[in-house]
DNA sequence: GTATTGATCTTCT
DNA sequence: GAAGATCAATACA
């Protein structure tokens, strides 16, 4: 269950899509919405984002955190340890616990090896924070997670 | 509990 | 050549 997310549109000096200006690393951002774009982080870690919008529009979000509930053994093993609370809570984190990779950059979200679930319950509030980080436009408030979660990567103010 | 640092790839200057 | 949508290990309080 996603749990916190990131929101970066062309319009945004923090975004990879920044100007709506293309690289071989963005072209996905460009497809329209409903796909994954996956980037390497830092040169280590592999970062998934959902598009949004129309096309040659660059926006995504980025998943920051999931609530582990399925396949729970495997991501285990992805990640070489135990702890649920560490299994998915950040972005490189969940990648290596899913086995997300740049194989996955430009798939379509709705359909295999992708498939998203709505959730059982709608969520009982949002809180909205800052973004994680970055150093440009720092100040937007465009982070945002299920409140009461202990699956978020870090904690919002309250 | 917070602070610092190395790992190591892609993009842009 | 520098910076970056990060993580984990280490050092210190």
């Not at 919405?33 to 970062?47: K, L, N």
């Amino acid at each position: 269950m996603i749990v916190e997310l990131e929101a970066y549109d062309h319009t945004d000096p923090a975004a990879h899509g920044y100007g709506n200006r293309r690289t071989d690393r963005n072209a996905s951002m460009f497809l329209p919405g409903g796909v994954a774009y996956v980037y390497r982080s830092y040169g280590v870690h592999w970062c998934l984002n959902f598009v949004c919008g129309d096309a040659d529009v660059a926006s995504a979000v980025l998943i920051r955190a999931l609530e582990p509930t399925h396949g729970l053994d495997e991501m285990r093993a992805r990640r070489g340890l135990d702890d649920v609370r560490l299994l998915c809570s950040g972005p490189g984190r969940l990648c290596q616990a899913l086995g997300v990779t740049r194989a996955h950059d430009g798939l379509s979200l709705e359909k295999p090896p992708f498939e998203l679930i709505p959730a059982p319950e709608a969520p009982q509030r949002i809180l909205r924070g800052t973004r994680v980080g970055i150093t440009k436009a720092a100040e937007l408030p465009w982070r945002y997670g299920l409140a009461g979660s202990r699956f978020v990567s870090r904690r919002f103010a309250t």
